[in-house]
């Protein structure tokens, strides 16, 4: 079973800049892009920002101009870069990858990694 691994969550102030990484424990077939998504408390999960197979990327309007996000599809390997974070830029962050197979979409998930931005 493929698992989704992230490192480089904290404790930060505001303005400031972490980056989040996620590899994965094994080959995806099929891979169709990799992305980020948040949670904060009392809210519903939302797509950060993606890149697709063919290096389209996605930022939802919040993040533009603040976060990047860069990957490897072969070593299927996503980064996000954060800067200027702002205290509402606090949640747990997810790593998100998906497939196509037969018609079929496949999502996986990383165990989510906690980004804290203090005012």
């Known amino acids: 079973q493929v698992q989704l691994v992230e490192s480089g969550g904290g404790l930060v102030q505001a303005g400031g800049s972490l980056r989040l990484s996620c590899a994965a424990s094994?080959?995806?077939?099929?891979?169709?892009?990799m992305g980020w998504y948040r949670q904060a408390p009392g809210k519903q999960r939302e797509l950060v920002a993606d890149?697709?197979?063919?290096?389209?990327?996605y930022y939802a309007d919040s993040v533009k101009g603040r976060f990047t996000i860069s990957a490897d599809i072969a070593k299927i390997t996503v980064s996000l870069q954060m800067n200027g974070l702002k205290p509402e830029d606090t949640a747990v962050y997810y790593c998100?990858?998906?497939?196509?197979?037969?018609?079929?979409?496949?999502?996986?998930w990383g165990q989510g990694t906690q980004v804290t931005v203090s005012s």
């Open positions: 094994r080959n995806i077939f099929n891979l169709n892009g």
């Open positions: 998100h990858a998906d497939r196509y197979l037969r018609g079929a979409k496949y999502d996986y």
């Open positions: 890149i697709s197979r063919g290096g389209s990327t």
